[in-house]
Structure formats: C-alpha cells, structure tokens
C-alpha cells in the first residue's frame, strides 16, 4: 500500500447510526432538527449546537449523567468487517485513526476495540458524580474536521498525500481535501460524493481496501 495513516470517521462508517447524538436523542423521543439546521445555516457554532443538544437531553432528565449516556450508545452496531480493516491496516505497518465530532463515549470504545492508534472526538463536561453540566468539550470542528486531522497527521509525521480519509457527509469534505484520496463510504449527500476520489456503496468497511492498494 501506498498509504502511511487511514483516518475514519466514525458515524456511519465504523458504526451504522448516523450520529451518536441522535442516537440518544431518538433514545429520549426528542428531535434536534432546528438546532440541526441553525448549525448548518451558521447561526450557532459547534459549542452552542452541543449545548443545544445537551440540554435537552437535561430536559427529558435533570439528572441525567455520563453512564446513562455510555448505556445508550453502547447499543450502536458496528458496521461488518471495522475490526478487520483496522488489524489489517495495522498489519500493513498503517496507522489509523478516527475523528469524529460525535461522542467520545463512543468513539473511545469503538476505537480500543477495533484497535485504532488514536481516536480524536467530542465530549460531555460532567460533574464529580458523573452528572451532565451542559456543555459539551470541543476538541473536532465539524466545518474543519480538517484542522484535528492535520494535528494527528503531525503527530506520527504523516505526509498529507500519504493519508486517505474516509467519510459519508459534507463535514468530512475537509479532510478529503488534505488528504492523498478520499473515500465516500455510503455517503449520505452530493457534497461528499462530489469530494471524494472514490465511492463505495457497502455493508462491509473492508470494500475500501482494494482502493488502497
């Protein structure tokens, strides 16, 4: 392979929700679609959006904490062959990694279990108990998911074009762009299709390897 580091996004690439916040908030019947769409119109920024989310959630429950969020998320199915792409990658002296600005909680586990080297994502504030304050922890721009990307490539001395970044929306367009190709795994809009040096339509990661060989 040609490649020194694969970057993976994690909703709907490793695991098959979308998003893991909507994943909890579907677990509480809530929707977020005009927080959603105030984002995507640049009317809050990524701060004030996890805000947003979070209180809702503290709507539905004041004393919502950390392990109920973790329970929930930990019924994310992961999508067929995400291990074994990872190991296979590894085994090819690839590093990997994931940015995603969905929830650490998830992103975290995912990532030890598939045995990712670094996992870069967006977290909850939470008391010493454990307990939701409302703010979220910033640590991937979803307009820039480009900038943690390029922090990691530093990191392990990656060159851009000696990375692929694999993605299936319009935020992952950012990291395409730096990188040597983009994949659109089940890209869910035209922006990332139109972004992307390649396209693959699968239930199964590991029909992204042949393109990296």
């Known amino acids: 392979m040609k490649f020194d580091m694969v970057a993976f996004d994690l ?8 998003s893991s916040w909507e994943w909890v908030h579907r677990h509480f019947g809530l929707d977020n679609s005009d927080s959603l769409e105030a984002y995507c119109s640049g009317r809050i920024d990524d701060a004030e959006f ?12 004041p004393d919502i904490n950390l392990e109920q969020i973790r329970k929930i998320l930990m019924d994310a199915k992961i ?7 990872v190991q296979h990658l590894k085994s090819m002296g690839i590093k990997t990694c994931i940015v995603s600005g969905g929830i650490d909680l998830l992103a975290d586990h995912i990532g030890n279990f598939c045995g990712v080297d670094r996992v870069v994502s967006n977290g909850l504030t939470a008391d010493a108990g454990g307990r939701l304050l409302g ?3 910033l640590r991937v721009e ?9 922090q990691i490539m530093d990191d392990f001395a990656v060159k851009p074009e000696r990375c692929v970044a694999i993605g299936n929306s319009w935020v992952d367009v950012s990291m395409f762009k730096i990188s040597g190709m983009g994949i659109a ?3 869910i809009d035209s922006e990332s299709i139109t972004g992307a040096d390649v396209v693959v339509e699968s239930d199964d ?9």
């Open 79 to 85: 999508v067929s062959g995400a291990r074994e792409t």
């Open 205 to 213: 990661l590991r029909d992204i390897l042949p393109h990296l060989e």
């Open 135 to 137: 703010e979220g922890i």
């Open 142 to 150: 979803l307009r820039d998911k480009a900038g943690a990307l390029k």
């Open 11 to 18: 909703d709907g690439v490793i695991v098959a929700e979308r």
């Open 185 to 187: 795994f089940n890209p």
């Open 50 to 61: 996890m805000r947003s989310d979070i209180a809702m959630w503290k709507k539905a429950d």
